[in-house]
C-alpha cells in the first residue's frame, strides 16, 4: 500500500511538474557508478588505489595464511598436547585471530577512506557534467539507476554512456589541484 501511494504521489508530482513546465517533460536515468567506473577518471582512480592499498593488502594475505597453518598445526597437535599446553595455544590462536580482523578492520576502513577521498573529486564533476548537460538537453528530470530502487528505464532514456563521455571531457577541462 505504501509504494502504491508512493508511486501515485510521485506521478502526481511529475504531472505538476510537466503543468510547469509548459506540458514538456523529458525524464533521463543514468547509473552514476557505472559512469565513475567506466570513465577516464574512475579508471585511473581505481589504478591509483590499487598500487597504494596492495602492500598491505599482501601483508595481510600473508597473515591470514599463517593464521591458517597455526590453527591447522593446532588441530594435528591438540590430542597430544597437555591441557595446560592447550590452553596456552588456544589462547594464542585466539590473540592471532584478533589481530588479524582488527588489522583487516584497519585496512579495510583505510581503504573506504582512500576511496571515498578519490571518488569526492570525480563526483564533483560528475555532478556539474550532469547539471550541464540537462541544461542543454532540456532534461527535466533525471533519475539515478538504482538496484532495488529502480526496476527498469527504457534504454532510450539511458544517458549512462554520454554522461560517461561527458565526465572525461570534464575532467580533463577541470582546474588542476
Same mark, same amino acid.
Given at each position: 500500500m505504501r509504494k502504491f501511494l508512493a508511486l501515485a504521489l510521485f506521478l502526481f508530482l511529475l504531472q505538476s511538474v510537466a503543468f510547469a513546465a509548459g506540458g514538456a517533460v523529458k525524464i533521463a536515468a543514468f547509473d552514476p557508478n557505472e559512469a565513475v567506473k567506466n570513465s577516464e577518471p574512475g579508471a585511473e582512480a581505481i589504478k591509483q588505489l590499487e598500487a597504494k592499498l596492495?602492500?598491505?593488502?599482501?601483508?595481510?594475505?600473508?597473515?591470514r595464511k599463517e593464521f591458517i597453518k597455526l590453527q591447522e598445526n593446532f588441530q594435528k597437535q591438540a590430542f597430544g598436547l597437555a591441557p595446560d599446553a592447550r590452553q596456552d595455544k588456544e589462547r594464542e590462536?585466539?590473540?592471532?585471530?584478533?589481530?588479524? *580482523?582488527?588489522?583487516?578492520?584497519?585496512?579495510?576502513? !583505510? !581503504?573506504?577512506?582512500?576511496?571515498?577521498?578519490?571518488?569526492?573529486?570525480?563526483?564533483? #564533476?560528475?555532478?556539474? #557534467?550532469?547539471?550541464?548537460?540537462? !541544461?542543454k538537453n532540456?532534461? *527535466?528530470?533525471? $533519475? !539515478?539507476? #538504482?538496484?532495488? $530502487? *529502480?526496476?527498469? #528505464?527504457?534504454?532510450?532514456?539511458?544517458?549512462t554512456k554520454i554522461v560517461t563521455l561527458e565526465l572525461n571531457k570534464g575532467w580533463a577541462k577541470r582546474p588542476k589541484k
Open positions: 596492495k602492500p598491505e593488502s599482501d601483508k595481510i594475505e600473508r597473515e590462536l585466539r590473540r592471532k585471530e584478533f589481530e588479524l *580482523t582488527e588489522n583487516m578492520r584497519r585496512f579495510q576502513n !583505510a !581503504a573506504n577512506r582512500e576511496q571515498s577521498s578519490k571518488l569526492a573529486e570525480i563526483e564533483q #564533476v560528475l555532478g556539474e #557534467v550532469v547539471r550541464d548537460y540537462c !541544461a532540456g532534461v *527535466t528530470l533525471l $533519475i !539515478a539507476k #538504482v538496484p532495488g $530502487i *529502480t526496476y527498469y #528505464v527504457e534504454p532510450a532514456s539511458d544517458i
